[in-house]
């Protein structure tokens, strides 16, 4: 199966060789370490989640790479940082040296420091007819929103 992001919700970028991905939703960012962004980076790419485990073993990784690689995929998933795709499957490409300096393990952080920040952006306000910057008094922000949105911080 192949997954890619859930664009209709996560922001991401990859910078350094390090993906920092953003939950528009609940303001909560991720990152992660060296060799999980070269993972996700696979995935994202279309390249199944098996042919990876099947690639690492091929390259004599532990056999634990592979329980690893479907807890890191599991969290991706349940984060919904991951949809499944309907893209055609590509050949896995894993480096090795990246690899063996995470210890074969990809890593997935989580953040909220700066939930509040995030989801008092104005562009989480704006609607979608008035564009990018519309007066305050344009965005017409119900006391449904303001429900949401604190529910989204966990207040």
Same mark, same amino acid.
């Given at each position: 199966?192949?997954?890619?992001?859930?664009?209709?919700?996560?922001?991401?970028?990859?910078?350094?060789?390090?993906?920092?991905?953003?939950?528009?939703?609940?303001?909560?960012?991720?990152?992660?370490?060296?060799?999980?962004?070269?993972?996700?980076?696979?995935?994202?790419?279309?390249?199944?989640?098996?042919?990876?485990?099947?690639?690492?073993?091929?390259?004599?990784?532990?056999?634990?790479?592979?329980?690893?690689?479907?807890?890191?995929?599991?969290?991706?998933? &349940?984060? @919904?940082?991951?949809?499944?795709?309907?893209?055609?499957?590509? $050949?896995?490409?894993? %480096?090795? =040296?990246?690899? #063996? +300096?995470?210890?074969?393990?990809?890593?997935?952080?989580?953040?909220?420091?700066?939930?509040?920040?995030?989801?008092?952006?104005?562009?989480?306000?704006?609607? &979608?007819? @008035?564009?990018?910057?519309?007066?305050?008094?344009?965005?017409? $922000?119900?006391?449904? %929103?303001? =429900?949401?949105? #604190? +529910?989204?911080?966990?207040?």
């Amino acid at each position: 199966m192949t997954y890619t992001l859930n664009e209709a919700r996560m922001y991401a970028d990859i910078s350094d060789g390090i993906a920092v991905i953003i939950d528009s939703e609940t303001g909560i960012y991720f990152g992660m370490n060296g060799f999980g962004t070269h993972i996700y980076e696979n995935i994202v790419d279309g390249v199944p989640v098996e042919e990876i485990a099947a690639a690492g073993a091929r390259e004599g990784f532990p056999e634990e790479f592979s329980e690893n690689l479907k807890q890191f995929v599991a969290t991706l998933l &349940e984060k @919904e940082i991951l949809i499944a795709s309907s893209a055609l499957p590509k $050949e896995p490409h894993l %480096d090795k =040296a990246l690899a #063996e +300096a995470d210890a074969h393990v990809p890593e997935l952080q989580e953040f909220s420091d700066a939930q509040e920040l995030l989801l008092a952006d104005p562009i989480h306000n704006v609607k &979608e007819e @008035e564009g990018w910057s519309p007066e305050k008094s344009s965005l017409n $922000e119900d006391d449904e %929103d303001v =429900a949401r949105r #604190e +529910a989204k911080m966990g207040s």
